[in-house]
């Protein structure tokens, strides 16, 4: 089954900036993960997971209110692999990322990697 492994994660101060990538991987055929929409996904100590920006296969981006203009999305198809660019951090941000499908049931989550952002 598909593996996802994300990575990039760390300790920033406030107004930093982090890149994280999340590779898929045992992909059986990999038009699969070019054909799908991606989605970085976060989780808070004590909050509910939610979805921060979308990628369809065709490029076109989303983002939640919150990272707009801040966090860019983009995705390597070649190398099955998903970005998230995020640029003026807040600690708001701080939470574990995980990368995954939109509108198709999820794949199997990976361990997430953590960013915390101190004030």
């Known amino acids: 089954q598909v593996q996802l492994v994300e990575s990039g994660g760390g300790l920033v101060q406030a107004g930093g900036s982090l890149r994280l990538s999340c590779a898929a991987s045992?992909?059986?055929?990999?038009?699969?993960?070019?054909?799908?929409?991606m989605g970085w996904y976060r989780q808070a100590p004590g909050k509910a997971r939610e979805l921060v920006a979308g990628i369809t296969s065709g490029g076109t981006t989303n983002y939640t209110d919150s990272v707009k203009g801040r966090f860019t999305i983009s995705r390597d198809n070649a190398k099955n692999t998903v970005f998230l660019q995020m640029n003026k951090m807040k600690p708001e941000d701080t939470a574990v990322y995980y990368c995954?499908?939109?509108?198709?049931?999820?794949?199997?989550w990976g361990q997430g990697t953590q960013v915390t952002v101190s004030s």
């Open positions: 995954n499908v939109l509108n198709l049931s999820f794949w199997p």
């Open positions: 045992r992909i059986i055929f990999s038009s699969i993960f070019r054909s799908v929409t």
